[in-house]
């Protein structure tokens, strides 16, 4: 997911996508502690979205204020 995705989103859309990739980071962080995942890079790749969504919704509540 690339930065300028989010901004064309709406917040609430945003939000939701953020809670499933927090659930599909957990769930594949549970896949790599069972032996079970073949591409560990998924997990890095999943933080990284949900860095670059939390970014998204931090600065634009900041520049709310």
């Known amino acids: ?3 300028k995705e989010l901004t064309t989103k709406p917040e609430a ?6 809670a ?6 957990h769930d594949l962080m549970v ?4 032996n079970q995942l073949k591409n ?3 997990i890095r790749a999943a933080k990284k979205d949900i ?5 998204y919704l ?3 509540s900041a ?3």
């Open 1 to 3: 997911m690339k930065f």
């Open 13 to 18: 859309e945003v939000r939701q996508l953020l």
């Open 20 to 25: 499933e990739l927090k659930a599909q980071a």
């Open 31 to 34: 896949k790599a502690k069972l």
């Open 40 to 42: 560990t890079n998924q």
């Open 51 to 55: 860095a670059r969504i939390l970014t």
């Open 58 to 60: 931090h600065s634009k």
């Open 63 to 65: 520049s709310g204020k």
